[in-house]
């Protein structure tokens, strides 16, 4: 097993894994985009929609995944251990936190809306975009969220990078760190409306700190995984159903 590496050091393999993988997230993102794009031409667009999005969500995902598993295949990453299932755990433990955990994070979420319709602010939400929203592009997203979002960057974030950086921190420091990186890979969704990070920058700060203290706490990567998927999945059900999509 490698030694611990300095703090400074982990910081830096951390934030090198967070921004890389957002990169490798993109380059897949787009090759599966332009993928889908040229497969679907031509077709009916109230199916290709919901195709392309699948497609996009799923091999931007990969990316995550991607280089979380390069980095365990070197020097430095091997002696992170990763399990998904806590075989000496109580499932039915487990079970209530998932419950409990996706409960509160989605009632945060709506506190943190109203919130920002106070303040003028909109937040950024995973369906920002496209414009063409529809049953069958929820229909899609759905099982993504759960299937793909919610193990890829879980794998990446909490199974990765809080792994690595509980070597050289305490659990505390780990799962804030991660968390931090959490929230950077999301900050170029605001791009175009930077004043929403007011609201959603907050929302994924805690996001992060909630899914890593549960997979300090479990020791399963699962129980993170379900509660990011199952969070996603009702947080833009919700959407669809306040925006009469559904």
Known sequence: MSHAPG??????????????GLVVSTVTGLIGTLVGALVG????PDAAVPALVGVLLVTAEAGFVVVGYAFRQTDDGA???????????????DAALVVGATVALVA??????????LLGVDPVTAVSAP??????????????MLL?????????FRGVVQGYLRQSFSAWGAVGWSALLFA?????NLLSTPEAGLVSVPVWLTIGVVLGWLYERTGALLVP??????YNAAVVSLLFVEWGIV
């Open 41 to 44: 031409a031509g077709t009916n």
């Open 225 to 230: 995984v379900l509660v990011h998927g199952l």
């Open 148 to 156: 793909a979002v919610g193990p890829a960057e879980e794998y990446l």
């Open 108 to 117: 945060f979420n709506r506190a943190a809306f109203a919130v920002g319709s």
């Open 184 to 188: 950077v890979v999301h900050l170029p």
């Open 79 to 93: 002696a992170i251990g990763i399990d998904w299932i806590d075989r000496h755990g109580s499932r039915l433990g």
């Open 7 to 20: 703090r400074p050091i982990a910081l830096v393999i951390a934030l090198t894994l967070a921004v890389g």
């Open 131 to 144: 414009d063409e929203l529809s049953v069958g592009v929820l229909a899609v997203m759905l099982p993504a």
